[in-house]
């Protein structure tokens, strides 16, 4: 039998007691207490947490940790919070005023509450830093009597450095860890961000190659974060985890394209610049004496939180260790619907967010440029929705419905919404109606973060950001296939609706193959 002093009782003797343990271990005996946890077996320094009930139902969690321990006895039931297994473990009376100034409170803020709100924080200015650009360019253009045609040029320039990070950013943040990539990702892009007008004043040349050097950091963004994140989030918190961090996203569109005009009419270009790379660098010290790339290495966090990101991580069905070969990896109908769906998602997107105003211009003669709500209502809404997937997603996986369910339904929304947006614009005459498609079109997109964007999570946890990044990168070839295609396809056939039709048919299509082939079980570990 085990010794009294494992377990404290932290509410008084009545019928039922919870108890909490105060030491690490718990010596094993013939009494009847079991754990019972959903996604882990945990062994001597396993954890659990829950507050007490009668009969099978009503199980809550103390502090939000832990799998559950239940003692039956004297027709009633004993849930206890304890770090190990309390096999044997009796409770004694008077036991609880002898050690309860040994137990130590739960804290209020889990560690993974701050470090989600890092990453949101950093990719919140990922896109704002990025968005700078779009908005200073008119200016830019205007000082140095840049043609329309090298514009274009200029912004394109973000691409030829990302394409090539994004397959080479997921692989070392695997490597070497998500804080120290995301680390050099943004001390590099903050750096390229201040240094854009001083090249613009010197030469052409100079200027693109800053505005690659900016691309080439920011494409490590989404696969680290691709990496980063279910190190620190169980599964069931997965998709929350990247709403917030994809909302941080969408909210630094609409935050710089409403402050930069603002912030530049008061400080100047290159103080606007400036400005933001600023932020970069307040960002990065905070990330870097607060974060660590995987919880164990944490010195700040909890041993119950720690114990339920670990309880929560995808277990391994596949032994082996060697990186799955480019053969390997398309010979696997699981990641082939992930990387259609990364390529479809990426074509819409950029469809949508590169033509809009020239459709709007072409079909309702309306100047959307003009129109400061349509800047921020569209990526407002993106984040808000993302959110809810997330939340949606994981709550629909604390339910009981499989990974792989879950995943599915998600992705249909992200697609089918699009899709059917975009063929009722044929039948719309106003372009406040048509606004409301494209806005509706653009966040049940964003439903696509909880389903594809976190399946590759799913089925290679340990290559997430490697494979992340090279699926992206298929993605943003076929961003610029589309984005130039679109041009070349409505001077053909002169109408932007046999355009649409043909990107809500690979919409349709693409969501079928992802139903029949998408899978949420392990695949490559």
Not at 123 to 144: E, G, I, K
Not at 245 to 258: A, E
Not at 434 to 452: D, E, H, I, N, R
Request: with cysteine.
């Amino acid at each position: 039998m085990a010794s009294v002093r494992s377990c404290v009782p932290v509410k008084s003797a009545v019928s039922p007691v919870r108890y909490r343990s105060t030491r690490p271990g718990a010596a094993a005996g013939s009494g009847t207490l079991r754990v019972r946890s959903s996604s882990l077996a945990l062994g001597g320094d396993g954890g659990c947490a829950s507050s007490s009930g009668r009969g099978g139902g009503g199980l809550g969690l103390l502090g939000g940790d832990g799998p559950r321990i239940i003692r039956r006895g004297g027709g009633r039931e004993v849930l206890a919070m304890c770090s190990a297994s309390f096999d044997g473990v009796r409770p004694a009376a008077g036991a609880g005023a002898a050690v309860a100034s040994a137990v130590q409170p739960v804290p209020a803020f889990p560690e993974r509450a701050k470090v989600v709100a890092l990453v949101a924080a950093i990719m919140l200015l990922c896109n704002a830093d990025r968005v700078v650009m779009s908005v200073a360019v008119v200016p830019l253009a205007a000082q140095y009597g840049w043609s329309s045609s090298f514009v274009g040029i200029v912004q394109s320039s973000f691409l030829w450095g990302y394409v090539f990070s994004s397959m080479v950013g997921g692989a070392l943040a695997d490597k070497y860890g998500g804080k120290k990539v995301m680390a050099g990702a943004a001390a590099l892009w903050s750096l390229a961000t201040i240094l854009t007008p001083f090249a613009a004043s010197r030469s052409t040349i100079m200027l693109l190659a800053v505005r690659a050097l900016f691309g080439l950091a920011e494409g490590v963004a989404f696969p680290t974060m691709s990496t980063f994140l279910p190190k620190w989030f169980p599964t069931h918190e997965r998709s929350t985890a990247v709403g917030i961090s994809m909302g941080g996203f969408h909210l630094g569109n609409v935050i710089s394209f409403l402050a930069t005009p603002i912030i530049m009419s008061h400080i100047g270009l290159s103080g606007t610049f400036a400005f933001f790379a600023s932020l970069g660098y307040l960002w990065l010290s905070v990330w870097m004496l607060n974060v660590e790339s995987d919880p164990l290495d944490s010195r700040t966090i909890s041993k119950s939180e720690l114990e339920l990101i670990l309880a929560g991580r995808t277990g391994s069905k596949v032994q082996g260790s060697k990186f799955p070969s480019l053969r390997e990896l398309f010979s696997r109908t699981e990641f082939l619907a992930v990387t259609l769906a990364n390529v479809v998602n990426n074509w819409g997107y950029f469809v949508l967010l590169s033509w809009m105003p020239v459709y709007f211009k072409t079909v309702y003669n309306v100047n959307l440029k003009q129109a400061a709500w349509f800047s921020a209502i569209p990526w407002a809404v993106m984040a808000m929705s993302g959110y809810v997937a997330g939340a949606s997603a994981d709550f629909l996986i604390k339910s009981g419905y499989s990974i792989g369910l879950v995943r599915k339904i998600m992705q249909s929304i992200g697609f089918m919404g699009p899709c059917v947006s975009l063929l009722c614009l044929r039948f719309v005459q106003t372009p406040s109606v048509a606004a409301v498609l494209m806005t509706t079109a653009l966040s049940l997109s964003s439903f696509c973060q909880a389903g594809y964007f976190c399946n590759i999570q799913d089925i290679a946890p340990k290559y997430a950001g490697s494979l992340h990044g090279l699926t992206n990168g298929i993605g943003t070839v076929a961003a610029i296939v589309s984005t130039i295609g679109t041009g070349y396809f409505v001077q053909w056939l002169g109408s932007f609706q046999a355009f649409l039709t043909l990107t809500a048919a690979l919409y349709f299509s693409a969501t079928v193959f992802y139903n029949i082939y998408a899978t949420g079980d392990l695949i490559f570990d």
